[in-house]
């Protein structure tokens, strides 16, 4: 997958994005990321990129032009429409399942906004999915991007091992993850659960289950609302 970003703080990216699961990645060559200063693609001769709000009010917004021009760069040599993505407060909520969706992509262009967001003939222009990351609001655009590109990355083929693999993960699965342990077996007087050493696969199975059922209905009745239960499941869930 090829990702572009466009952003007034390239820097911010290179430390999470250059690290870990990503930056195996992009060496693997899965994935590059290449970054687009806004600031440079201003025609303006003390490169400003933002101007004050018409209308008035507080804050600034950022200009069309520099955001444009660094746009049609990435698009000279770019497929057919790219998957534009704005990063905003107004933005539909990004979930898993866009993520997985996301993730099937050849390229994907981000604009990261700052200030008072940006102009919106920008965004009817070359946007094709707003899309916020919660709801609270962020100085930049940068930190959702980043939470996006780390999403959607590790669902791309070959990115995680078979060892990381996502299948049973929190909400992926529909479900949130079991409680996990490792060694030791006994720390600071706290064990990890018996069925846990016990070997037996299928019991480890069913426990896994139910402690996944368990924490999902008290912490988030509304994934839990969604799953099928299976018979074996109500057994499951009985006190
Ligand atoms: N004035 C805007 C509003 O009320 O909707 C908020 C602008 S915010 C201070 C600056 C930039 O941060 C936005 O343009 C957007 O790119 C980014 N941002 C802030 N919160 C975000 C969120 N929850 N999800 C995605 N992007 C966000």
Known sequence: MRIHVMTLFPEMFFGPLGSSIIKRAQEDQKLSIQYYQIRDYSTNK???VDGYPYGGGSGMVMTPQPIIDAYREIRKNSSENPRTIY??????MFTQQMAMELSKEEE????????EGVDQRVIDEIVTDEISIGDYVLTGGELPAMVMIDAVSRMIP??????EAYEDE?????LLEYPQYTRPPSF????VPKVLLSGD???????????ALRITKERRPD???RIELSKEDYKLLKP
């Open 46 to 48: 003390h490169q400003k």
């Open 87 to 92: 990063l905003s407060p107004k933005g539909k």
């Open 108 to 115: 994907l262009i981000f604009l990261c906004g700052h200030y």
């Open 158 to 163: 070959g990115v995680l091992s078979s060892a």
């Open 170 to 174: 929190s909400i992926h699965s529909g």
């Open 188 to 191: 600071e007087g706290k064990d």
């Open 201 to 211: 696969h299928e019991k480890i199975r069913k426990w896994r289950r139910s402690e």
């Open 223 to 225: 994934l839990f609302q």
